[in-house]
């Protein structure tokens, strides 16, 4: 298994010239309006291509910066950032064994901040002796989480704000 990430180093050189220079640090909550905002590209740009516009629309309208404020306040919360800017989050429900949250900007998608944040949280899963971690992977989460070594434990459908969505129950072991 490769190693995690030391949190708030930048991504290797090795994903080539081009690429930003990737931190990941934990969240403040500061950070909860460019984690919104985040958040609400994520849905309206990457995730769109799976899901209807009414899905979109449901989805994206019920993230506010208290709710992202709130994922920094109760769970233990990464952030991604270029130069000053916040380009991804994700965030570890230590009770539930989750990796609740997991979102890129899309002009940062490719670019090694999701396997950055992901691996800042299995380390800090690890830290808290969770042997295995669980998440709910949007259709456009799923094939992310698949190349991070995660499997498909069951398939949903998720009720949420009206509309019905499609999501794959996924885990991992640690080790």
Known sequence: MPESPD?????????????????????EPTDAPAMCAVNDRAIRISAAPHY?????????????????????????????????????????????????????????????????????????????QIGEVHTRASLRAEPVFLRLGYRVVQREEHPANGQVFARAHMAKLLG
């Open 52 to 128: 209807t516009a009414e899905q979109v629309q449901a989805w994206a309208g019920a993230v506010t910066v208290e709710l992202r404020a709130r994922t920094v306040q109760d769970t233990i919360a990464f952030v991604a950032v270029v130069d000053d800017d916040v380009v991804g989050f994700a965030n570890l429900i230590v009770g539930d064994a989750e990796l609740d949250l997991l979102y890129v900007d899309p002009a940062f998608g490719g670019q090694g901040a999701a396997r950055a944040l992901v691996g800042a949280v299995e380390e800090a899963a690890v830290e808290h």
């Open 7 to 27: 949190p708030g180093s930048p991504v290797p050189e090795s994903l080539g010239s081009s690429a930003p220079s990737i931190r990941i640090r934990r969240a």
